[in-house]
Protein backbone atom coordinates (compact mmCIF):
# COMPACT_ATOMS: atom_id res chain seq x y z
CA UNK A 1 0.00 0.00 0.00
CA UNK A 2 1.41 3.44 -1.18
CA UNK A 3 1.78 6.17 1.81
CA UNK A 4 2.71 9.66 1.25
CA UNK A 5 3.21 11.61 4.51
CA UNK A 6 3.68 15.39 4.70
CA UNK A 7 6.21 16.85 7.74
CA UNK A 8 7.53 20.65 7.26
CA UNK A 9 6.48 24.04 9.46
CA UNK A 10 3.23 24.91 9.93
CA UNK A 11 3.39 28.30 9.79
CA UNK A 12 5.49 30.45 7.65
CA UNK A 13 6.43 34.39 7.78
CA UNK A 14 5.35 36.56 4.72
CA UNK A 15 8.39 37.07 2.59
CA UNK A 16 10.22 33.83 3.37
CA UNK A 17 10.13 30.30 2.12
CA UNK A 18 7.92 28.08 2.27
CA UNK A 19 9.31 24.08 2.42
CA UNK A 20 7.70 20.84 2.55
CA UNK A 21 8.70 17.47 2.21
CA UNK A 22 6.81 14.11 1.36
CA UNK A 23 8.09 10.85 2.05
CA UNK A 24 6.87 8.28 0.56
CA UNK A 25 6.70 4.61 1.88
CA UNK A 26 5.19 1.43 -0.38
CA UNK A 27 6.73 1.82 -3.19
CA UNK A 28 10.35 3.28 -4.28
CA UNK A 29 10.23 6.76 -5.97
CA UNK A 30 13.16 5.72 -8.66
CA UNK A 31 11.17 2.72 -9.78
CA UNK A 32 8.72 5.75 -11.53
CA UNK A 33 5.84 7.57 -11.90
CA UNK A 34 5.02 10.98 -11.01
CA UNK A 35 4.98 12.77 -7.68
CA UNK A 36 3.18 16.20 -7.06
CA UNK A 37 2.20 19.11 -4.81
CA UNK A 38 -1.29 20.29 -4.65
CA UNK A 39 -2.81 22.93 -1.88
CA UNK A 40 -6.45 24.13 -1.40
CA UNK A 41 -6.72 27.36 0.43
CA UNK A 42 -9.26 27.63 3.45
CA UNK A 43 -13.03 26.83 1.65
CA UNK A 44 -11.95 26.75 -1.78
CA UNK A 45 -10.71 24.87 -4.54
CA UNK A 46 -7.73 22.67 -5.45
CA UNK A 47 -5.01 24.02 -7.23
CA UNK A 48 -1.82 22.38 -8.73
CA UNK A 49 1.47 23.55 -7.73
CA UNK A 50 3.93 20.99 -9.67
CA UNK A 51 5.14 17.78 -10.83
CA UNK A 52 8.38 16.31 -10.54
CA UNK A 53 9.16 12.30 -12.27
CA UNK A 54 11.70 10.12 -10.54
CA UNK A 55 13.92 10.95 -12.98
CA UNK A 56 14.10 14.78 -11.67
CA UNK A 57 12.53 16.53 -14.64
CA UNK A 58 9.78 18.99 -13.85
CA UNK A 59 6.84 20.72 -14.29
CA UNK A 60 5.33 24.07 -12.77
CA UNK A 61 2.23 26.02 -12.57
CA UNK A 62 2.67 29.31 -14.74
CA UNK A 63 0.91 31.20 -12.17
CA UNK A 64 3.79 29.97 -9.23
CA UNK A 65 6.87 29.08 -11.41
CA UNK A 66 8.87 31.31 -10.92
CA UNK A 67 8.64 30.90 -6.70
CA UNK A 68 7.95 26.93 -7.32
CA UNK A 69 11.20 24.23 -6.72
CA UNK A 70 10.27 20.67 -6.33
CA UNK A 71 13.81 17.91 -5.97
CA UNK A 72 13.54 14.61 -5.46
CA UNK A 73 15.91 12.22 -2.86
CA UNK A 74 15.37 8.54 -4.08
CA UNK A 75 17.98 7.72 -1.25
CA UNK A 76 16.04 8.94 1.20
CA UNK A 77 12.77 7.84 -1.24
CA UNK A 78 11.46 11.68 -0.68
CA UNK A 79 10.07 14.89 -3.09
CA UNK A 80 10.42 18.16 -1.56
CA UNK A 81 8.60 21.58 -2.41
CA UNK A 82 9.93 25.05 -1.68
CA UNK A 83 7.64 27.98 -2.37
CA UNK A 84 9.73 31.44 -1.92
CA UNK A 85 8.11 34.83 -1.41
CA UNK A 86 5.40 33.54 0.69
CA UNK A 87 1.80 35.74 1.69
CA UNK A 88 -1.11 35.30 3.15
CA UNK A 89 -2.32 33.80 -0.32
CA UNK A 90 0.05 30.78 0.07
CA UNK A 91 -2.04 29.54 3.28
CA UNK A 92 -3.19 26.55 2.49
CA UNK A 93 -3.66 23.00 2.86
CA UNK A 94 -0.28 21.17 1.20
CA UNK A 95 -0.81 17.87 -0.22
CA UNK A 96 1.17 15.54 -1.97
CA UNK A 97 0.70 12.76 -4.27
CA UNK A 98 1.61 10.37 -6.57
CA UNK A 99 0.46 11.99 -9.56
CA UNK A 100 -0.77 11.68 -13.30
CA UNK A 101 -3.53 10.64 -12.22
CA UNK A 102 -3.27 11.39 -8.68
CA UNK A 103 -3.67 8.22 -7.11
CA UNK A 104 -2.44 8.47 -4.07
CA UNK A 105 -2.51 11.56 -1.75
CA UNK A 106 -1.18 12.25 1.76
CA UNK A 107 -3.46 13.23 4.34
CA UNK A 108 -2.70 17.22 3.81
CA UNK A 109 -0.72 20.08 6.51
CA UNK A 110 -1.83 22.81 6.99
CA UNK A 111 0.20 25.81 6.50
CA UNK A 112 -0.38 29.09 7.42
CA UNK A 113 1.48 32.32 6.81
CA UNK A 114 1.61 34.90 9.41
CA UNK A 115 3.56 36.90 10.84
CA UNK B 1 -2.62 27.09 -20.26
CA UNK B 2 -5.78 24.95 -20.30
CA UNK B 3 -8.39 26.24 -17.89
CA UNK B 4 -10.96 23.66 -16.74
CA UNK B 5 -14.87 24.99 -16.36
CA UNK B 6 -17.64 23.03 -14.07
CA UNK B 7 -20.86 22.88 -13.72
CA UNK B 8 -23.60 23.79 -11.88
CA UNK B 9 -21.41 24.34 -9.03
CA UNK B 10 -23.62 23.03 -7.08
CA UNK B 11 -26.35 20.33 -7.56
CA UNK B 12 -29.12 19.75 -5.25
CA UNK B 13 -30.31 16.46 -5.39
CA UNK B 14 -32.37 13.56 -3.42
CA UNK B 15 -30.72 9.94 -2.81
CA UNK B 16 -31.72 8.02 -5.46
CA UNK B 17 -31.97 10.33 -8.09
CA UNK B 18 -29.02 10.80 -11.45
CA UNK B 19 -26.76 13.14 -11.30
CA UNK B 20 -25.10 14.51 -13.99
CA UNK B 21 -21.54 17.13 -13.77
CA UNK B 22 -19.77 19.03 -15.99
CA UNK B 23 -16.17 19.54 -17.55
CA UNK B 24 -15.55 21.81 -20.08
CA UNK B 25 -11.87 22.87 -21.51
CA UNK B 26 -11.03 25.85 -23.26
CA UNK B 27 -9.06 23.71 -25.35
CA UNK B 28 -8.89 20.06 -26.32
CA UNK B 29 -7.96 17.82 -23.80
CA UNK B 30 -6.93 14.18 -24.96
CA UNK B 31 -9.27 11.58 -23.34
CA UNK B 32 -6.44 9.74 -21.57
CA UNK B 33 -5.25 12.98 -19.51
CA UNK B 34 -8.56 13.62 -17.81
CA UNK B 35 -9.89 12.40 -14.45
CA UNK B 36 -12.39 12.77 -11.74
CA UNK B 37 -11.93 12.79 -7.65
CA UNK B 38 -14.17 13.24 -5.20
CA UNK B 39 -13.96 15.32 -1.82
CA UNK B 40 -15.67 15.02 1.64
CA UNK B 41 -15.12 17.86 4.19
CA UNK B 42 -12.04 17.20 6.04
CA UNK B 43 -10.42 14.40 4.20
CA UNK B 44 -7.97 14.48 0.99
CA UNK B 45 -9.89 14.00 -2.53
CA UNK B 46 -10.05 10.65 -4.08
CA UNK B 47 -9.88 9.54 -7.64
CA UNK B 48 -13.30 8.04 -9.23
CA UNK B 49 -12.15 8.42 -12.80
CA UNK B 50 -9.09 8.39 -14.73
CA UNK B 51 -8.54 8.28 -18.45
CA UNK B 52 -11.97 9.87 -18.74
CA UNK B 53 -13.80 6.79 -18.21
CA UNK B 54 -12.08 4.50 -16.62
CA UNK B 55 -12.85 3.43 -13.00
CA UNK B 56 -9.91 3.90 -10.16
CA UNK B 57 -9.87 0.81 -8.16
CA UNK B 58 -12.58 0.24 -5.31
CA UNK B 59 -15.00 2.55 -7.35
CA UNK B 60 -18.52 1.93 -7.41
CA UNK B 61 -20.27 1.15 -10.81
CA UNK B 62 -22.80 3.85 -10.26
CA UNK B 63 -20.06 6.29 -11.22
CA UNK B 64 -19.27 6.93 -14.72
CA UNK B 65 -17.24 9.10 -17.07
CA UNK B 66 -17.48 10.12 -20.61
CA UNK B 67 -16.46 12.54 -22.94
CA UNK B 68 -14.02 13.89 -25.06
CA UNK B 69 -12.37 16.89 -26.86
CA UNK B 70 -13.32 19.88 -24.45
CA UNK B 71 -16.80 18.14 -22.78
CA UNK B 72 -16.27 15.59 -20.31
CA UNK B 73 -18.99 14.18 -17.73
CA UNK B 74 -19.09 12.63 -14.58
CA UNK B 75 -22.38 10.39 -13.90
CA UNK B 76 -23.60 8.86 -10.41
CA UNK B 77 -26.48 6.95 -11.51
CA UNK B 78 -28.35 7.24 -8.24
CA UNK B 79 -26.73 8.92 -5.78
CA UNK B 80 -26.09 6.82 -2.30
CA UNK B 81 -26.00 9.18 1.03
CA UNK B 82 -22.22 8.57 1.04
CA UNK B 83 -22.00 10.62 -2.95
CA UNK B 84 -22.81 14.35 -1.59
CA UNK B 85 -19.67 15.97 -1.78
CA UNK B 86 -17.59 18.21 -4.07
CA UNK B 87 -15.82 16.66 -7.26
CA UNK B 88 -13.31 17.67 -9.61
CA UNK B 89 -12.40 17.15 -12.79
CA UNK B 90 -8.07 17.53 -13.81
CA UNK B 91 -6.35 17.29 -16.55
CA UNK B 92 -3.29 15.23 -15.75
CA UNK B 93 -0.40 17.19 -14.25
CA UNK B 94 -2.19 20.75 -14.80
CA UNK B 95 -5.10 22.53 -13.33
CA UNK B 96 -8.19 21.59 -11.64
CA UNK B 97 -11.74 22.71 -12.61
CA UNK B 98 -13.55 24.65 -9.62
CA UNK B 99 -15.33 22.34 -8.00
CA UNK B 100 -19.29 20.71 -8.43
CA UNK B 101 -20.94 20.28 -5.02
CA UNK B 102 -23.55 17.48 -5.10
CA UNK B 103 -25.56 18.43 -1.72
CA UNK B 104 -28.98 16.40 -0.29
CA UNK B 105 -32.31 18.48 -1.86
Known amino acids: QVQLQESGPGLVKPSETLSLTCTVS?????????WGWIRQPPGKGLEWIGT???????YYNPSLKSRVTISVDTSKNQFSLKLSSVTAADTAVYYC????????WGQGTLVTVSS | EIVLTQSPGTLSLSPGERATLSCRAS???????LAWYQQKPGQAPRLLIYGASSRATGIPDRFSGSGSGTDFTLTISRLEPEDFAVYYC??????FGGGTKVEIK
Open chain 1, 97 to 104: ARDRPVDY
Open chain 1, 26 to 34: GYSISSGYY
Open chain 1, 52 to 58: IYHSGST
Open chain 2, 27 to 33: QSVSSSY
Open chain 2, 90 to 95: QQYGSS
